[in-house]
């Protein structure tokens, strides 16, 4: 048990990485996915299949499964990849209660139709969910199939969800797995979580503990722990009980910077790979976070931490020469059942932005926006062909554009954003449209719309989120959705620059 938990008024330690379903987190599209998961086994044929990362949430997602599904489904759970073909039939078998005479021989596929169709007479609909599906042997992977096969006149006795790493799809593109793969009629891909699905997730799992108080975990906590956990769920659970650890150790009830850097220094996965100094200034800290956790048993709760040394400011990056971006190359089509995901047709014609210097914030700055009461960053002429751009009456288009203009008016010089595209194509509907399908991949709070008046006409931009730096930038980019890394020319680039442009 967490030695924190009455510091911080937990009931419950927040982030084991068991999974308990209470803590499931719906966000970063986790809800929808398991919401269309249920959807799949419930009315569709065929099978399903979940990839991601290791850490990435994919047994959660399964065990939500399992408690969401309605009482006329009858679930098989395999979680290990190493049966043989023989072995998946005995397991599938015992869970149904095949009845069986003793000594008999291994179960064979006439049995276990049989078995199934005693079920689907019920009115029960039988799944597999088979766990680890990427370390199962190709002649295992040929079971699934075969167990596919099952039907009773032009109804499929079996319905089959595979969960995996992104191994899996490799193995699926053998050319003996040809027919497997054509049986697979859903995909369903658990993305890392960029940072402000990070910061919801730290509060959500929080509050699920029963925490009560204001947030726990600073912005800038938030921003090392989600660069350091590459957006992966386990990871930062890892990390979040060793970073108010650490909070607890030093007598404090918020997570700063310098805990969430003791708590990375810790974790051997994620290394912060920053300067030497500020490993060395660290190194101490992780020390006491190490002998914190050893001697908390036996009440000694006191650790001297290094202060860390003060972290740089932001420095705005060097701004090269902006040139019009030629057209890109053809995408192949997205596959069957996916909506496209840019405005149709996109126009991936970019607008030269004009350089911009952008003023390097004095030393010792931290603050990512502008302090309160500061003039707008604005001009009243760039507020005045932001807001000439009507949204005819489209609730996302307009809440998208008024958020945007907020971060315009306040985000500092130095402060990076990531464009997505900037298209000629300002019809409302269209941008509405795209708005609409967005918000099933990338939170859509962090998604921003930048009417841009050139000559007589409006472009439409659209960037998304905001970073300290534009490493930190790049690397939010490298955790997008595949459909967006595929569909966009994605482009770091600095309020100064959009301002510019504005």
Not at 177 to 199: G, N
Not at 236 to 247: H, Q, S
Request: charged share 25%.
């Amino acid at each position: 048990m967490a030695v924190y938990l009455d510091h911080f008024g937990l009931a419950e330690a927040p982030f084991r990485i068991t999974p308990h379903p209470e803590f499931f987190f719906e966000g970063a599209g986790r809800g929808a996915t398991l919401e269309a998961l249920v959807y799949a086994i419930v009315h569709d044929e065929g099978i399903v299949q979940v990839s991601g990362e290791i850490g990435s949430g994919k047994t959660m997602l399964c065990r939500m499964l399992l408690e969401r599904l309605p009482p006329q489904v009858q679930t098989v759970f395999l979680a290990n990849p190493s049966y043989s073909r023989a072995e998946m039939r005995e397991a599938i078998a015992e869970e149904l209660g095949v009845a069986r005479a003793p000594g008999a021989g291994p179960v064979s596929i006439r049995e276990l139709q049989a078995c199934l169709l005693e079920h689907f007479g019920a009115g029960r609909r039988v799944v597999v969910l088979i766990d680890e599906a990427h370390a199962m042997a190709p002649e295992a992977l040929e079971e699934v199939r075969l167990l596919s096969n099952l039907e009773a006149s032009r109804h499929k006795l079996l319905q089959i969800v595979l969960f995996g790493q992104p191994e899996l799809d490799q193995a699926l593109e053998a050319p003996s797995m040809r027919q497997l793969k054509d049986r697979i009629t859903h995909r369903f891909r658990m993305r890392p979580l960029i940072e402000a699905e990070v910061a919801r997730y730290l509060s959500h799992r929080m509050r699920a503990a029963g925490y009560r108080g204001p947030e726990v975990f600073s912005r800038a906590a938030v921003a090392i722990l989600a660069r350091a956990s590459r957006g992966l769920t386990r990871r930062v659970n890892v990390l979040a009980d060793k970073a108010l650890l650490a909070a607890f150790a030093s007598g404090e009830h918020a997570v700063s910077a310098a805990h969430a850097r003791a708590a990375v220094s810790d974790s051997e996965f994620a290394p912060l790979g920053s300067r030497g100094a500020r490993r060395a200034a660290l190194a101490g800290a992780a020390a006491g976070l190490v002998a914190l956790g050893a001697a908390a048993g036996a009440g000694l709760y006191a650790w001297l931490a290094v202060p860390p040394a003060v972290p740089p400011a932001p420095r705005a990056a060097p701004h090269e020469a902006l040139t019009a971006f030629p057209e890109p190359p053809a995408r192949p089509p997205a596959p069957a059942g996916v909506a496209s995901l840019a405005p149709e047709p996109t126009e991936a014609e970019r607008a030269p932005i004009e350089a911009h210097s952008a003023p390097v914030p004095s030393a010792g700055s931290s603050a990512s926006q502008a302090a309160p009461g500061a003039e707008p960053l604005l001009a009243a002429a760039q507020l005045k062909r932001l807001l000439g751009y009507s949204s005819a009456g489209n609730r996302l288009l307009r809440e998208r554009i008024a958020a945007a203009r907020e971060r315009l008016e306040r985000e500092p010089d130095w402060r990076w954003t990531l464009e997505l595209f900037l298209t000629d194509n300002s019809d409302p509907a269209r941008t509405e449209r795209f708005l609409l399908r967005a918000q099933d991949l990338v939170p859509l709070e962090d998604l921003y719309v930048i009417p841009v008046l050139a000559g007589r006409r409006y472009r439409i931009r659209v960037t998304l989120g905001a970073y300290g730096t534009r490493e930190e930038a790049l690397e939010a980019a490298r955790r997008l959705p595949p459909k967006y890394q595929r569909a966009f020319e994605v482009v770091p680039r600095s309020f100064a620059e959009l301002r510019a442009a504005v």
